[in-house]
């Protein structure tokens, strides 16, 4: 068999393994992400707690973001803000504010595009959620009438003149039906996975590049191993 063929074969064959591997990679990387979209949703489908025993005065927050909280307050009137989404989808942002004066800023539900935000109900009552993280900054143009793109405290914070609770509250189905409206739509923050799935997707992607790297270099000894090169009658 000719060399060029023979090395063409070594070759071939070594980048059809170091695909499998990165494959292989890949699909540990998945099992990684997946796990951790499960923890998220274990997380929010917990039994609901008292926010206020995970958030304490002082700001400092409790392993509780993406679980179901039940805080007690009271609306105050007016103000709200409408927050429009990249997708077009309007939520309605109120202010709860607590018995120790913070507020804790609530996503009651959904709107329609250009529709009349009800006001929130009165008088003390017990909100149900999602404890949500402040949201990354809006990167899409606002229509007229929206000042908000995203649930991002520091911005709000500029908009209501208490002091904010570090995060948020999105109701649950139940809490916003109760209130006319349709619930908002939950973005969970991202858990992790098992570290171990993603030290096996590394080490695949290790074995494919050292494979790689094996398979040139058996190739190129090939050439200088062969006995046809070194005859005289080639040179």
Same mark, same amino acid.
């Given at each position: 068999?000719?060399?060029?063929?023979?090395?063409?074969?070594?070759?071939?064959?070594?980048?059809?393994?170091?695909?499998?591997?990165?494959?292989?990679?890949? =699909?540990? %990387?998945?099992?990684?992400? &997946?796990?951790?979209?499960?923890?998220?949703?274990?997380?929010?489908?917990?039994?609901?707690?008292?926010?206020?025993?995970?958030?304490?005065?002082?700001?400092?927050?409790?392993?509780?973001?993406?679980?179901?909280?039940?805080?007690?307050?009271?609306?105050?009137?007016?103000?709200?803000?409408?927050? %429009?989404? @990249?997708?077009?989808?309007?939520?309605?942002?109120?202010?709860?504010?607590?018995?120790?004066?913070?507020?804790?800023?609530?996503?009651?539900?959904?709107?329609?595009?250009?529709?009349?935000?009800?006001?929130?109900?009165?008088? &003390?009552?017990?909100?149900?959620?999602?404890?949500?993280?402040?949201?990354?900054?809006?990167?899409?143009? %606002?229509?007229?009438?929206?000042?908000?793109?995203?649930?991002?405290?520091?911005?709000?914070?500029?908009? =209501?003149?208490?002091?904010?609770?570090?995060?948020?509250?999105?109701?649950?189905?139940?809490?916003?039906?109760?209130?006319?409206?349709?619930?908002?739509?939950?973005? %969970?923050?991202?858990?992790?996975?098992? =570290?171990?799935?993603?030290?096996?997707?590394?080490? =695949?992607?290790?074995?494919?590049?050292?494979?790689?790297?094996?398979?040139?270099?058996?190739?190129?000894?090939?050439?200088?191993?062969?006995?046809?090169?070194? @005859?005289?009658?080639?040179?």
């Amino acid at each position: 068999m000719p060399l060029r063929v023979r090395q063409a074969l070594v070759v071939t064959i070594g980048v059809v393994l170091a695909a499998v591997m990165v494959g292989l990679g890949l =699909w540990q %990387l998945q099992v990684f992400t &997946d796990q951790g979209n499960a923890s998220a949703q274990a997380r929010a489908q917990q039994a609901a707690v008292p926010l206020l025993d995970h958030v304490s005065a002082d700001g400092t927050v409790g392993d509780i973001y993406g679980k179901p909280v039940t805080v007690t307050g009271h609306y105050l009137p007016g103000q709200q803000e409408r927050v %429009l989404g @990249s997708d077009g989808v309007v939520r309605l942002l109120s202010a709860l504010e607590l018995a120790d004066g913070r507020v804790l800023p609530v996503v009651r539900g959904t709107l329609e595009a250009g529709a009349e935000a009800p006001q929130a109900p009165t008088g &003390d009552l017990q909100q149900v959620g999602i404890f949500l993280p402040s949201e990354p900054a809006a990167d899409h143009p %606002l229509t007229t009438g929206y000042t908000l793109g995203s649930v991002r405290l520091a911005q709000l914070a500029q908009l =209501w003149p208490q002091p904010l609770m570090p995060g948020f509250v999105t109701l649950d189905a139940a809490e916003a039906s109760a209130q006319g409206l349709p619930a908002a739509t939950v973005t %969970l923050p991202e858990q992790e996975g098992s =570290w171990r799935n993603s030290g096996y997707a590394l080490q =695949w992607w290790v074995f494919a590049l050292f494979g790689l790297g094996m398979t040139l270099k058996i190739a190129q000894n090939m050439s200088r191993r062969d006995p046809t090169l070194s @005859s005289p009658e080639l040179r």
